[in-house]
């Protein structure tokens, strides 16, 4: 009888503490970083021999709980981390990619639009080149042009700025995760395996992984207690009682290098730092190149005003400057006297006349055109690659998800069914204490 007792207490107790699992999986049905629990059952059946002579004896102790499980599968986990630190590089470099070409198009009144006034004026200047008003609004267009070429170079300069003090937030982030992970690593090695507070430590580190991963592209290894291993080029980024800092250093192109404790590491290629550092390898490209193109612009308006005449029959000096970068691009001159608008021969708009020839194919206007055309191919580029990616990680997260997230129906059902059970172990300690009282009434 008091077998039969024993039996129905450990019922209770476990049936209570599963349905406390499926009331904590309720609870957090919409927590991202909660996965699923089950509280697993054993056979509490002991069977032994306590003298060798005799038969074994066995006690009926009924239900033990042996752990808690979290409804996980590493690889699932590892493929969310890898689709997410590809989906984060894809949307933040075409994030900054958008913004470069935003900064090129100026509000509108972009390098080429200004160029194509200008050589619209020309033009017009072509046909009457001695009227004042249009030669003063020949040369405000030159300014214009000169204008718009300066900030543009700001705008990207800052842009690229941009890109690495954000890689510098992002690494201040990254080293946060580390300096986490560490803490739940020892504290998972303090924790027995199979408890509440060991599956809520695994949840907690799969959280940090993420963050990491999402960050850089580095390798994790689990060992059999659940503690997580970092690395990052042969180096070790967390682990046991182990935290190292990352830090960014921007290179001459533009792109980032990675530190880790001051050691230089690979450049990484995925994560949000991967898609910071092709951002900022392509802001400092562009920059290039549009330097490439002011060059140029000065020098085929300068070559352009040395073959004319100026009205007192003198050859054209300068009219533009570039000492340095594009910052150092000016006009040199503001009087209209200056403009060496004839031609060598007397004609009073010759020089005027040779100038559709700076606009051929690789005149500035068109380099520019074109310019612009690379940039937004590469832009489509990654935004196609971007939404490949989200596809991917959205695939992957719904498999992850299929087994270790939180469905109300399913924990509904398993409510009604450990509630039925928990009734019937009730019902067996009150059938044994009526057989009890009935077996006593009896005397």
Same mark, same amino acid.
């Given at each position: @009888? *008091?077998?039969?007792?024993?039996?129905?207490?450990?019922?209770?107790?476990?049936?209570?503490?599963?349905?406390?699992?499926?009331?904590?999986?309720?609870?957090?049905?919409?927590?991202?970083?909660?996965?699923?629990?089950?509280?697993?059952?054993?056979?509490?059946?002991?069977?032994?021999?306590?003298?060798?002579?005799?038969? &074994?004896?066995?006690?009926? /102790?009924?239900?033990?709980?042996?752990?808690?499980?979290?409804?996980?599968?590493?690889?699932?986990?590892?493929?969310?981390?890898?689709?997410?630190?590809?989906?984060?590089?894809?949307?933040?470099?075409?994030?900054?990619?958008?913004?470069?070409?935003?900064?090129?198009?100026? $509000?509108?009144? %972009?390098?080429?639009?200004?160029?194509?006034?200008?050589?619209?004026?020309? !033009? =017009?200047?072509?046909?009457?080149?001695?009227?004042?008003?249009?030669?003063?609004?020949?040369?405000?267009?030159?300014?214009?042009?000169?204008?718009?070429?300066?900030?543009?170079?700001?705008?990207?300069?800052?842009?690229?700025?941009?890109?690495?003090?954000? &890689?510098?937030?992002?690494?201040?982030?990254? /080293?946060?995760?580390?300096?986490?992970?560490? =803490?739940?690593?020892?504290?998972?090695?303090?924790?027995?395996?199979?408890?509440?507070?060991?599956?809520?430590?695994?949840? $907690?580190?799969?959280?940090?992984?993420?963050?990491?991963?999402?960050?850089?592209?580095?390798?994790?290894?689990?060992?059999?207690?659940?503690?997580?291993?970092?690395?990052?080029?042969?180096?070790?980024?967390?682990?046991? /009682?182990?935290?190292?800092?990352?830090?960014?250093?921007?290179?001459?192109?533009?792109?980032?290098?990675?530190?880790?404790?001051?050691?230089?590491?690979?450049?990484?290629? /995925?994560? *949000?730092?991967?898609?910071?550092?092709?951002?900022?390898?392509?802001?400092?490209?562009?920059?290039? !190149?549009? !330097?490439?193109?002011?060059?140029?612009?000065?020098?085929?308006?300068?070559?352009?005003?040395?073959?004319?005449?100026?009205?007192?029959?003198?050859?054209?000096?300068?009219?533009?400057?570039?000492?340095?970068?594009?910052?150092?691009?000016?006009?040199?001159?503001?009087?209209?006297?200056?403009? $060496?608008?004839?031609?060598?021969?007397?004609?009073? %708009?010759?020089?005027?006349?040779? @100038?559709?020839?700076?606009?051929?194919?690789?005149?500035? !206007?068109?380099?520019? %055109?074109?310019?612009?055309?690379?940039?937004?191919?590469?832009?489509?580029?990654?935004?196609?690659?971007?939404?490949?990616?989200?596809?991917?990680?959205?695939?992957?997260?719904?498999?992850?998800?299929?087994? *270790?997230?939180?469905?109300?129906?399913?924990?509904?059902?398993?409510?009604?069914?450990?509630?039925?059970?928990?009734?019937?172990?009730?019902?067996?300690?009150?059938?044994?204490?009526?057989?009890?009282?009935?077996?006593?009434?009896?005397?």
């Amino acid at each position: @009888m *008091s077998d039969l007792l024993g039996i129905g207490r450990s019922g209770l107790r476990a049936y209570a503490r599963s349905m406390e699992t499926v009331s904590h999986n309720i609870a957090n049905a919409e927590n991202p970083d909660y996965v699923r629990r089950t509280t697993l059952l054993a056979d509490a059946t002991v069977s032994g021999k306590l003298n060798p002579l005799y038969s &074994a004896q066995t006690g009926l /102790n009924g239900v033990r709980i042996d752990s808690v499980s979290r409804s996980s599968d590493e690889f699932l986990e590892a493929q969310v981390r890898q689709s997410g630190a590809s989906r984060i590089r894809t949307e933040t470099q075409a994030s900054w990619m958008e913004r470069i070409e935003t900064n090129l198009d100026n $509000a509108g009144s %972009n390098v080429g639009t200004r160029l194509n006034s200008f050589f619209g004026r020309g !033009e =017009e200047l072509a046909a009457a080149p001695f009227d004042s008003a249009l030669r003063l609004t020949f040369l405000s267009e030159m300014e214009s042009v000169v204008d718009s070429f300066r900030r543009t170079s700001r705008s990207l300069e800052l842009t690229r700025d941009q890109v690495s003090q954000t &890689a510098d937030l992002e690494a201040l982030t990254l /080293n946060s995760a580390l300096e986490n992970l560490n =803490e739940i690593n020892l504290n998972i090695t303090r924790t027995p395996v199979g408890t509440d507070a060991h599956a809520g430590l695994l949840d $907690a580190r799969d959280s940090m992984l993420a963050v990491i991963s999402e960050k850089l592209d580095a390798t994790v290894a689990l060992s059999g207690n659940g503690t997580a291993t970092v690395t990052y080029d042969g180096q070790t980024l967390a682990g046991v /009682n182990i935290a190292s800092t990352v830090t960014v250093a921007t290179n001459a192109d533009g792109s980032l290098g990675i530190l880790i404790d001051g050691n230089a590491a690979r450049s990484p290629s /995925n994560g *949000s730092l991967a898609g910071l550092s092709r951002a900022g390898a392509t802001a400092q490209t562009r920059l290039t !190149e549009l !330097e490439a193109l002011a060059r140029q612009y000065v020098d085929d308006v300068n070559a352009w005003q040395a073959n004319g005449r100026t009205d007192a029959g003198t050859a054209g000096g300068p009219l533009l400057a570039m000492t340095g970068g594009v910052s150092t691009l000016a006009v040199t001159t503001t009087a209209i006297a200056d403009l $060496a608008l004839a031609s060598a021969d007397g004609a009073p %708009n010759g020089n005027l006349l040779n @100038m559709p020839a700076l606009r051929t194919a690789d005149g500035v !206007e068109t380099r520019w %055109n074109n310019f612009m055309a690379g940039h937004a191919t590469a832009l489509a580029s990654i935004r196609s690659e971007a939404a490949a990616a989200t596809a991917l990680d959205s695939s992957a997260r719904r498999q992850r998800d299929s087994v *270790s997230r939180v469905e109300l129906d399913r924990e509904a059902a398993d409510l009604i069914r450990l509630q039925q059970a928990y009734e019937a172990s009730a019902r067996v300690i009150q059938i044994a204490r009526e057989t009890l009282q009935s077996i006593l009434s009896i005397f």
